[in-house]
């Protein structure tokens, strides 16, 4: 067989040559050891919190080594694509803090020299290197039907053997010349077959970043390359594209694991290094006790938008994920309270073989840990960012006066320990309505049974606030009202000898605290009444001494 002819017969309009590309998209100029990574999703729209794990993780692994890290859009599966799917996905990084300075950077732009990045404008480059493989007998046109292939493949699982298009199977493999002439002159469609060098008890043998040695079997299957309409493959758009933008480190879901001998004989044949490959596990869930993957169609915290809209800082979503990443993270933390997450050593190494367990509660707790170390500044203007997107009533409110918002998120910040409140932003309203009147309601029923309301009222009428009390003032006010009323204002004593009273220091303030904010539990009450100012503190007074009368 004259391959070069065929080559011609197949690919008349491809002139280029695979030396074109080489030298077109030159080895990176990286020191040695750096990493190239790139994170590569179909433009679905949609951006699960699987794939911003793997970008993360891709990001990373190009980071700690001084490498680069690339966006690109593989869009060669029509049926999965939506239009503009890729604008979701960047904005989806960007979000989370994960900025693509290289790659597709938005619909119909992008940055860097070895694009184009997104796999349908790169036909032509995917034909050179098919059309080489041609020309050098490792590749063939295969004119099978869809409908000859299923039956095939039926009468394979008929006979218990291995099912696929390989060995006395590939029925194209040895097809003529004039054969396949005579069907392209007769508009039969084909698709292009790699011609395998694999044989049956062949092995192939990697060793996985995350996963470690893995042997398995070579594969022996003439895979497709180029299907009926020219487009490739992800195989073989895998090993083209990898190829030529220079990626040196793959990281993907380890649902490709299984496809990895066809990737590396791919990269053989073509006369390619292979890359590494850095296999994740997909993010887990506990449903039922057992694990499930998380997914797109059941768990509503799937979609990174979830995580948007509800208002959790990119800042706390990244630190979860990164707890994720490397189990050693949490201590590194702890002994690295103020380092920025680009310090945190990250390792491949340490990542799960088996899966990373989602948790949103450990997120809750990881995000009030992560604000609670904001300043008021920040977590004003974060909020503010929030709500002008999702509640702009809470919005309005929050702006109307910036000095009060900014005094309120300021109580007990800046603290050794402070304050674990607020997990995401759309919570910052429930934990602020008190200082609002427009969305305040006074609840009567806040008060603990343990105090008597009788005496709550009494309380409250002897209360006289002074405005220009210092802290310490204030208190001594508080504690000036416990004997009259039968409680004291040692709780030590109180501790010692609980009958002696009818409670200590702690009701006293309870009882101001409910008046003031219905609640029990608040931040520093001198504080918060320092806000509230004379005349709310006694309409509140009065309104709780009305309540309570009535009951
Ligand atoms: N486009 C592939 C996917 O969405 C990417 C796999 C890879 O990273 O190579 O699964």
Redesign the pocket.
């Known amino acids: 067989m004259d391959y070069e002819k065929l080559a011609e017969l197949l690919f008349s309009d491809i002139k280029t040559i695979p030396e074109e590309y080489e030298n077109k998209y030159a080895p990176r100029s990286l020191p040695k050891g750096a990493r190239v990574t ?5 433009p ?1 729209g949609y951006l699960h919190i699987g ?1 911003l794990f ?1 970008a993360l993780i ?1 990001k990373l692994t190009a980071d700690v080594s001084g490498g680069s890290f690339y966006l ?1 859009i ?1 869009d060669t ?1 029509k049926k ?1 694509e939506v239009e503009d799917g890729v604008s979701g996905i960047v904005k989806g990084l960007s979000d989370f803090g994960i900025d693509v300075t290289e790659g597709v950077t938005g619909l119909d732009s992008e940055v860097g020299d070895y694009g184009p990045y997104t796999q349908s404008k790169r036909v032509d480059i995917y034909k050179c290197f098919a059309k080489d493989l041609v020309r050098r007998g490792l590749a063939y046109p295969c004119f099978c039907t869809p409908k000859e292939l299923s039956n095939m493949r039926e009468e394979q699982e008929k006979d218990e053997i291995t099912s696929g298009y390989y060995g006395e199977f590939a029925k194209c493999r040895n097809l003529s010349f004039e054969e396949i002439s005579k069907n392209i002159s007769a508009g039969i469609p084909y698709a292009i077959r790699l011609r395998s060098p694999g044989t049956e008890d062949g092995k192939v043998t990697f060793d996985d970043l995350i996963k470690g040695k893995i042997e398995m079997p070579e594969n022996i299957m003439d895979i497709v390359l180029l299907k009926t309409d020219g487009i490739p493959t ?1 195989h073989f758009a ?1 090993c083209i594209d ?1 190829h030529l933008m220079r990626t040196s480190c ?4 380890d ?2 694991i299984s496809s990895v001998p066809i990737h590396i004989q791919l990269f053989r044949v073509c006369g390619f290094k292979v890359p590494k490959y850095a296999h994740i596990a997909p993010i887990m869930k506990l449903d039922d006790g057992g694990k499930r993957k998380l997914s797109k169609r059941k768990d509503p915290e799937a979609a990174v938008e979830y995580y948007s809209k509800s208002g959790y800082p990119k800042e706390s979503v990244l630190e979860y994920l990164f707890t994720l990443a490397n189990s050693n993270f949490e201590d590194w933390r702890r002994a690295n309270q103020d380092a920025l997450l680009s310090d945190f050593p990250f390792s491949l190494k340490k990542m799960s073989v088996s899966g990373a367990l989602f948790d949103l509660q450990k997120l809750n707790d990881v995000s009030k840990n992560v604000i609670s170390f904001m300043s008021a500044d920040e977590v004003l203007e974060k909020t503010l960012a929030w709500a002008k997107e999702y509640n702009t009533s809470f919005y309005e409110l929050l702006v109307a006066d910036e000095t009060k918002s900014r005094e309120i998120l300021n109580i007990d910040r800046k603290k050794a320990k402070p304050r674990k409140d607020i997990a995401k932003w759309s919570e910052v309203l429930e934990y602020v309505s008190y200082f609002f009147n427009e969305i305040y309601e006074a609840d009567s029923s806040a008060l603990p049974e343990n105090i008597n309301r009788t005496d709550a009222v009494e309380i409250l009428k002897a209360y006289n606030w002074n405005a220009t009390d210092d802290k310490d003032e204030w208190f001594q006010r508080v504690k000036d009202l416990c004997e009259p009323f039968g409680f004291t204002p040692n709780v030590k004593e109180y501790k010692e000898n609980p009958d002696a009273f009818k409670g200590h220091v702690g009701d006293v303030s309870t009882v101001i605290r409910v008046a003031m904010t219905s609640r029990t539990n608040t931040p520093d009450l001198y504080s918060i009444m320092q806000i509230l100012g004379e005349d709310e503190i006694k309409n509140r007074i009065k309104a709780a001494i009305a309540a309570w009368e009535k009951k």
Do not use: I, M, N
């Not at 793959?250 to 879901?253: D, H, I, K, M, S």
């Open positions: 790139r994170f590569a999703p179909s679905t794939g793997s891709s690109r593989e599966d999965r992800y895998h990898d793959v990281v993907r879901g649902e490709w």
